[in-house]
């Protein structure tokens, strides 16, 4: 393994990382919903907390325009891998304690969400090089294996495991 995978990423340097996953467009809201994610976990390590403070208003304000502007709620508490890709806008929920892979893909009306309500924690993960296709809602204490795949408005509340695809509703597994 090279040293640029085990060494943590600057903050430029993950959204250059980002930018390049996105193909160079700086305009596509994917690039810019997760770029925004970048900035508000990068100004969580600032101390002290009054210098923060003016970075956590400008979070605010990028994280409600992505979200009410383009439709991707993507919270600066989720553990986002790199080189993830939202490749659509429109209607994209992430959790706060979701953890998304390196070189994944998610496409528009994806929801990754609670199932039950009183288990706040038990948010779905998502290994590395998973794509998630429209419409799909991934609910609970869920793992996606490495290289899997879920089907267009798929509903999956059970493991996948890696390198399988889940389709349907509720989701069925196919090696």
């Not at 003016?54 to 304000?61: A, C, G, N």
């Not at 080189?83 to 209607?91: A, C, D, F």
């Not at 070189?103 to 039950?116: A, C, E, K, N, P």
């Not at 204490?141 to 493991?159: C, E, H, R």
Request: charged share 20%.
């Amino acid at each position: 393994m090279s040293t640029s995978e085990t060494e943590p990423l600057g903050l430029w340097q993950q959204i250059k990382e980002d930018w390049e996953a996105h193909g160079r467009d700086w305009t596509k809201p994917g690039f810019r919903a997760v770029a925004v994610h970048r900035f508000g976990v990068w100004r969580m390590t600032l101390e002290p907390k009054l210098l923060r403070a003016p970075f956590s208003l400008l979070y605010r304000s990028l994280y409600r325009k992505i979200r009410n502007g383009y439709g991707i709620e993507l919270p600066y508490t989720v553990e986002l891998g790199r080189r993830v890709i939202i490749e659509h806008q429109g209607g994209i929920v992430i959790h706060g304690y979701c953890h998304i892979g390196d070189d994944s893909i998610i496409r528009q009306g994806v929801t990754l969400g609670l199932r039950y309500l009183d288990r706040l924690f038990e948010a779905p993960k998502l290994g590395k090089r998973v794509n998630v296709g429209a419409g799909a809602v991934i609910l609970g204490n869920v793992t996606v294996g490495d290289d899997a795949n879920v089907g267009a408005n798929a509903v999956v509340l059970i493991d996948v495991p890696p390198g399988a695809t889940a389709v349907g509703i509720p989701a069925k597994i196919i090696k």
